[in-house]
């Protein structure tokens, strides 16, 4: 009897990464390492006041304390800090882009390849977009019409300038400068990213969105993302991420805050696809990012949802502090590991309010020489009476190759918790395929069925647009995956 | 329709099937009765394809075309349709998605228009109501939770939707309750017509007390030994099957 799983994974492994062409811009790019004065020039360049530049120090020099992080499950050769650039962006032409008008037609041209559009009039309605390439946010959209309602949607250079009181306040409020390796070096090195501001009693009438683009070789892409959502407002923020084909891994080491004040709530959705190397496991994003929300306030809700099918090597666990009373956390994750890729990612519930509830729904899915791991925390403090968790971890494994790993932490300090915790594996039974293709439906669309339903719990929390996206992404990753 | 020829098949390296030779004309109902491991399931999924099956001789003609040189889901788009023994679980994929990405996947190969969801709406009800079909499988995932009734009728409902030219029953009886048999019974009846061709493959009578068949045939370690009317049915039911094995047995030379 043939095995599907030989042929499918060859032909899986030479699966082409469609985002992978180099933008040729002129670019300006500081020369690998890392010290005190490259923290400096970055903050120099970005002219930055001194506030922000004694932070990124501090940063600095906690993070040459720290060793790198080596409990995950996931494996790759050293990280030579030294030999990436830590600054790298388009050049800017005079003050840089006042408007879409003045941003290099090429990066406009990157954009509209990965199906972005900047132009306000092409942009579909109801989505505002942050497009952050290399080091430096080149374009935000429908940033007026936001402002008119007092919502602050703007580049995070911007915001050190423009708003340095919510910045200030808030900047490391959910990941001190000191909390891990990767989120250390983030705090001192970070080049932009996005910030959002949704005052009282706002609800966000389109989705934001940031888009990253690593361009440049030799490089990595730090950004750093703040949104507070004031008392009663809403917004749902979007994320996604490419990257060019390149031999050499690219580190990401991004943080993300979301902070929710009484009764707010961030839905905050990302679908990764950073280059993943090729077959034999060469090249790709190492992406090591810190992600955590903090519900502060009473009744307060925040949501993550993600759908992660690139990077060599995912290493993330957006996570949420339940703080306030009656507060809600949720995750929803979707992650798709193939040829060499690794993944490690779950989430963290911390539980410190009365009555808080969190949902974590993760999905995994193996296939090829692919390595799943999902790694979660609930932990329930004294004071959270009760709390209530619920968490159901699934893994999918197609072909022979692959892994699937479960490691959920449980830690109850409180008598009155509620914790339920469901985890399941399956294979793509090839009783399934048989079945489709006896109804008439090829192997192909069967698996990417099959897929799709076994995540269909993560891709209902998505926003419509971002959903049909994610189904197509998933099927084109898993193309060519059972024989 | 179907013309089987000289058919041997093996799973592992074991030889189930030992030439079966078979026709089936347009319209007509036959049941393959026999005891367990003769080999009946075997016949049905070589038919629809199942790779683990490996045949090693023979051939099979549908609609005069070499039905083994085909993929399984071209077999199903050329009019070849199984009701399951088993029928797996799809969780998370909707009835309706499923069975519409499968009648648009046969209606391409037929050279017709993809249905719209309107479209498709409307031909499910009608089918819904021909095979009896509660509303609430509709939208529930592909036979996830379903009861072993249920499962039945929904392959039922399949075949409906997908109006196959042959139709394969694979032991669809087992496991039913009276009511259900009766009511899966009734939806194949109402699905029978001069251009529908049906294989039965069934354990035991009952089934053909419901669904009369044109031929019975008789299939007893890989060979069809015997062939009749709906009256073989019944003899078989009354004697059993061990006077056709020892008749087969006293037949074949020990060590053949």
Known sequence: METTSTSTIEQFASQEYKFGFITEVEQEIVPPGLNEDVVRLISAKKDEPEWMLEWRLKAYRHWLTMKEPRWPNVHYPPIDYQGISYWAGPKKKGEGPKSLDEIDPEILETYKKLGIPLKEQEILAGVAVDAVFDSVSVATTFKEKLGEMGIIFCSFSEAVHNHPELVRQYLGSVVPYTDNFFATLNSAVFSDGSFVYIPKGVRCPMELSTYFRINAKNSGQFERTLIIADEGAYVSYLEGCTAPMRDENQLHAAVVELVALEGAQIKYSTVQNWYPGDENGKGGIYNFVTKRGKCDGARSKISWTQVETGSAITWKYPSVILKGEGSIGEFYSVALTKGRQQADTGTKMIHIGKNTRSTIVSKGISAGHGQNTYRGQVKILKGADGARNFSQCDSMLIGDQCGAHTFPYIDVQNPTARMEHEASTSKIGEDQIFYCNQRGIATEDAVSMIVNGFCKEVFRELPMEFAVEAQKLLAVNLEGSVG | ?256
């Open chain 2, 1 to 256: 329709m179907l013309k089987i020829k000289n058919l041997h098949a093996s799973v592992d390296g074991n030889e189930i099937l030992r030439g079966i030779d078979l026709e089936i004309g347009n319209g007509e109902v036959h049941a393959i009765m026999g005891p367990n491991g003769s080999g009946k399931s075997t016949l049905a999924r070589v038919l629809a394809g199942e790779e683990s099956y490996e045949v090693t001789a023979g051939e099979v003609l549908f609609d005069g075309k070499d039905l083994l040189e085909m993929d399984p889901e071209d077999r199903a788009r050329e009019g070849v349709f199984m009701a399951f023994q088993y029928p797996v679980e799809i969780p998370g994929v909707s009835n309706t998605y499923f069975l519409k990405a499968a009648l648009n996947a046969v209606r391409k190969h037929r050279g017709l228009p993809e249905m719209d969801a309107l479209e498709f709406l409307t031909v499910v009800r009608q089918k819904m109501k021909l095979v009896q079909m509660d509303d609430s499988l509709l939208n529930r995932p592909v036979n996830e939770g379903f009861s072993g009734g249920e499962k039945k009728r929904n392959e039922i409902f399949h075949m409906a939707v997908l109006e196959p030219k042959l139709a394969i029953l694979d032991e669809t009886d087992s496991g039913l309750d009276i009511d259900a048999l009766r009511i899966v019974a009734e939806g194949v009846n109402v699905l029978r017509g001069a251009e529908r061709s049906f294989l039965l493959i069934t354990h035991y009578q009952r089934l053909l007390n419901y669904i009369v068949p044109d031929y019975v045939h008789v299939l007893v370690d890989g060979r069809i030994v015997r062939s009749g009317g709906k009256e073989l049915a019944l003899e078989l039911e009354e004697k059993g099957y061990a006077w056709l094995e020892q008749e087969v047995a006293q037949a074949t030379p020990v060590g053949a």
